[in-house]
């Protein structure tokens, strides 16, 4: 091929390669939304059996406030009334001690005038001590403060 030629078509043959190197100038078809699958079919059916259940008739458990943990030993005076939020925390032949969760000076005067109320009598026995008597009952009391509670130790 003659030069000539081939310099009067180069224009041509670098506009056939840039157009196959960049795709052409055609344009890519639109893309067509995936075909929608059939609707599934309805079908009624019955309220499940606990649609009905009324729930204001349901028995509810109902707990007395718990006021002690802990499971005292069979001497121990049942009559003998325990601070609020105690728990039995040690136990012996004799003797438990209790662990109330606040300070010492918000236990000792309500639980002196709890057992008042019940009818025991209070007699001092020493630095924060006292004898504990209900008709044949005796029971020596001692509170002490542990960390930021109370440490009550009940000798029966």
Known sequence: MPRRT????????????LAVACGGDRAEP????????????TEDVAPPPDARVDL???RQEHRKAETFS???????PKTLPLPPQASLVDQGPGWVELLVPRHPAEVQAPYLDLLRRHGWTLEPAGERAWSVR?????????????????????AY
């Not at 639109?30 to 079919?41: E, H, I, Q, T, V």
């Not at 009391?141 to 930021?148: T, V």
């Open 134 to 154: 209900h008709d044949a009952t005796r029971v020596r009391l001692e509170i002490r403060a542990q960390g930021p509670s109370t440490r009550l130790r009940l």
């Open 56 to 58: 204001t008739r349901d």
């Open 70 to 76: 802990g499971v005292l030993p069979g001497g121990f």
């Open 30 to 41: 639109p893309r067509k939304a995936p075909p929608k699958a059939a609707d599934l079919p």
């Open 6 to 17: 081939l310099l009067r078509h180069a224009p041509l043959v670098a506009a056939l390669l």
